[in-house]
């Protein structure tokens, strides 16, 4: 694997407008609002991606208000990087965790499958294939 195996988090809020202001003035940043797909699965899901270069080091993310993922502890997802994320969530079972989602699209942004490790915490993978 050529990259880095963080390629992407969400931090859920419920209060958008207040969470941007927070991390907005904290960080010293704007983050970028992300269209979401149409016809997606949450229509009244909202992200906003913190700033990032795809030749920089490290990993970028976004706020995600979603209704039912609730912010607080647990609140933060971390996605790996992947060449077809397929692939490692036909390996969570076998390893002792759980498939919480299967492989999906989120295009125009590829896919994602989400799992559920041996500690009870949810982790993303995501990839463009």
Same mark, same amino acid.
């Given at each position: ?36 797909? =149409?016809?997606? =699965? ?40 992947? =060449? ?34 041996? =500690? ?10």
């Amino acid at each position: 694997m050529a990259m880095n195996p963080v390629g992407w988090f969400e931090i859920y809020v419920q209060d958008m407008s207040r969470a941007r202001s927070f991390y907005e003035a904290v960080l010293g940043c704007q983050l970028q609002a992300l269209a979401m797909p =149409e016809g997606g =699965e949450h229509p009244d899901m909202e992200m906003w991606a913190f700033p990032g270069q795809p030749d920089n080091a490290g990993a970028t993310g976004a706020l995600v208000r979603m209704p039912e993922c609730p912010s607080g502890g647990g609140g933060t997802l971390v996605y790996f990087v992947c =060449e077809d994320c397929a692939e490692q969530a036909a390996r969570v079972a076998r390893n002792g965790g759980r498939l919480h989602r299967d492989k999906v699209s989120i295009d125009p942004y590829g896919f994602i499958a989400l799992a559920i490790d041996t =500690e009870g915490n949810m982790f993303g993978l995501h990839s463009m294939k």
